[in-house]
């Protein structure tokens, strides 16, 4: 039986291929992986990949499509075809053109969480790590903002404008699992627990937080953080990389079964057939991704 992680650094190599994978990824994909990092740090990284021929990309379909996007000459491939993240699927672009009809002077932010034809239509993109620099940087003072209903209503309380939900409701599956009952007991057992959450969970949640952050802000704030023990308010992929990085460190989920499926598609197996066969590759028509591109690159120009 062929060792699967090995053959697919020998495939790497012959393909002249590197693998981006996202902190929720198996922790099995993670260590195969060149780079793992949040929404904004795998798109960076895309965009300014040079040497590879082939970027796999081990996430979901947003994530692979803002790479082909903001890096056309490589070939990006989606190991797993129904990777698809639900909150992407929640925004129409129907939606977006009714809500710019009704509100003409608002200007339109869309997370990344997004489909590059949503992406189009927006001014601006952002993520978890730079929604707030974003909006901030807009001298508009009511904002239309998609589709995750709690990060609207996050950055709503920072910057203290007007966001308009795009749906009223959309909302990440995964994090509306989190309880803050659940932390409540865990602090009872762990008093001196810091607790992170991902601005994904809803207002309750991050009321209990300590901190609201990014995935790798979050990696960030553990490492600089003295305290020993986290309760961590997102999916639970990011603990490999939390204990990796702080093996000294105790890191507990505030639920335990905070797992987005749909990230967890993508397998050992998957990217190695998906290296092998060059699948599936990401396409996204260049009059869409033109006008997406711009969104993206303006969202680097702020942060
Ligand atoms: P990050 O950009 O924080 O990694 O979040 C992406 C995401 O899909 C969260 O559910
Ligand atoms: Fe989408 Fe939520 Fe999964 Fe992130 S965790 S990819 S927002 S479903």
Redesign the pocket.
């Known amino acids: 039986m062929k060792n699967l992680s090995t053959e697919i650094q020998k495939l790497k190599k012959e393909k002249k291929a590197i693998i981006l994978a996202?902190?929720?990824q198996r922790p099995e994909v993670q260590e195969v992986a060149d780079y793992i990092?949040?929404?904004?740090?795998?798109s960076r990284k895309a965009m300014q990949e040079k040497t590879a021929e082939i970027i796999v990309f081990s996430?979901?379909d947003f994530?692979a499509e803002s790479a082909a996007i903001l890096n056309p000459t490589k070939k990006v491939l989606l190991p797993t075809l129904g990777a698809r993240?639900p909150?992407a699927q929640m925004l129409t672009v129907d939606e977006i053109k009714r809500a710019k009809a009704r509100y003409p002077k608002a200007p339109v932010v869309l997370y990344?969480?997004t489909l590059a034809e949503a992406k189009a239509e927006c001014d601006v993109c952002c993520?978890?790590?730079n929604a707030v620099e974003v909006i901030n940087s807009l001298k508009a003072d009511t904002v239309l903002f998609g589709p995750d209903r709690n990060l609207a209503q996050y950055v709503a309380e920072k910057t203290g404008k007007t966001i308009i939900p795009l749906p009223e409701y959309g909302f990440?599956p995964?994090?509306l699992l989190f309880q803050p009952e659940d932390v409540t007991l865990l602090k009872q057992k762990h008093p001196e627990a810091v607790v992170m959450v991902?601005?994904?969970c809803s207002s309750e949640m991050r009321k209990v937080a300590d901190f609201i952050?990014?995935?790798?802000?979050?990696c960030t704030y553990a490492k600089e953080n003295p305290a020993k023990t986290f309760i961590v308010g997102?999916?639970e992929g990011l603990l490999h990389r939390l204990r990796k990085e702080n093996p000294e460190k105790q890191f507990l989920t505030a639920y335990e079964g905070a797992v987005?499926p749909n990230?967890k598609l993508n397998t050992l197996d998957r990217i190695y057939t998906s290296l092998k066969e060059e699948k599936y590759p990401v396409k996204v028509p260049e009059a869409v991704a033109k006008k997406a591109r711009k969104a993206l690159e303006r969202m680097f120009s702020v942060s």
């Open positions: 996202h902190n929720y990092g949040d929404s904004i740090e795998l996430a979901v994530m993240c909150m990344v969480n993520t978890s790590a990440c995964t994090h991902h601005p994904e952050g990014s995935t790798s802000k979050m997102t999916e987005c990230m």
